[in-house]
T-cell receptor
Framework: GENVEQHPSTLSVQEGDSAVIKCTYSDSASNYFPWYKQELGKGPQLIIDIRSNVGEKKDQRIAVTLNKTAKHFSLHITETQPEDSAVYFCAASISKAAGNKLTFGGGTRVLVKP | DAGVTQSPTHLIKTRGQQVTLRCSPKSGHDTVSWYQQALGQGPQFIFQYYEEEERQRGNFPDRFSGHQFPNYSSELNVNALLLGDSALYLC?????????????FGSGTRLTVV
């Protein structure tokens, strides 16, 4: 089955700096790659996603890149703010009509220092 | 518009007991998926229900079972609880045909087995 690895496990950045989180996946059939932010006591919340036919996607301070050949994708957060502090998860899925499931990475705890 | 609601928010059970967790999907959603998130790890897929049937299942033993009702709400049952079943149990809902983009997680039920 699919296996997703995520690095680093913890990341501490100064407010205003950039944060980068990297993930690799094993199943070349995976075609959907979402990123989730999880705050304490809450469920994961989708922040951005990318499909396999796109190499890069941006949404304000957040961007995701995908390299299908190397089977890795990355999350970039620019101009970090204290409210960006949370645990971030990458995930991969094979989107199909019969059903969808997400395989998650182990998570990255991001701390933005004021 | 209410999102995904889960109950209870917390509960404590003794080894060997049975537990039932409940999930009400977001309005307009008809598919419910359950995930187990151990402390410090990413969520792991347990199973998915659509049209009151289990459609996909992850690598979990038969002690984990579920049900979906005609109003699309769902229950997760775990029998013969083990200490290792202690985790945050997340429910995610979606609408068939929309793939994973509309995947919405609840805040979870924190289960502690003592």
């Amino acid at each position: 089955g699919e296996n997703v690895e995520q690095h680093p496990s913890t990341l501490s950045v100064q407010e205003g700096d950039s944060a980068v989180i990297k993930c690799t996946y094993s199943d070349s059939a995976s075609n959907y790659f979402p990123w989730y932010k999880q705050e304490l006591g809450k469920g994961p919340q989708l922040i951005i996603d990318i499909r396999s036919n796109v190499g890069e996607k941006k949404d304000q301070r957040i961007a995701v890149t995908l390299n299908k050949t190397a089977k890795h994708f990355s999350l970039h957060i620019t101009e970090t703010q204290p409210e960006d502090s949370a645990v971030y998860f990458c995930a991969a899925s094979i989107s199909k009509a019969a059903g969808n499931k997400l395989t998650f990475g182990g998570g990255t705890r991001v701390l933005v220092k004021p | 518009d209410a999102g995904v609601t889960q109950s209870p928010t917390h509960l404590i059970k003794t080894r060997g007991q049975q537990v039932t967790l409940r999930c009400s999907p977001k309005s307009g959603h008809d598919t419910v998926s359950w995930y187990q998130q151990a402390l410090g790890q990413g969520p792991q897929f347990i199973f998915q229900y659509y049209e009151e049937e289990e459609r996909q299942r992850g690598n979990f033993p038969d002690r984990f079972s579920g049900h979906q009702f005609p109003n699309y709400s769902s229950e997760l049952n775990v029998n013969a609880l083990l200490l290792g079943d202690s985790a945050l149990y997340l429910c995610a809902s979606s609408r068939r045909g929309q793939g994973l983009h509309g995947y919405t997680f609840g805040s979870g039920t924190r289960l502690t087995v003592v």
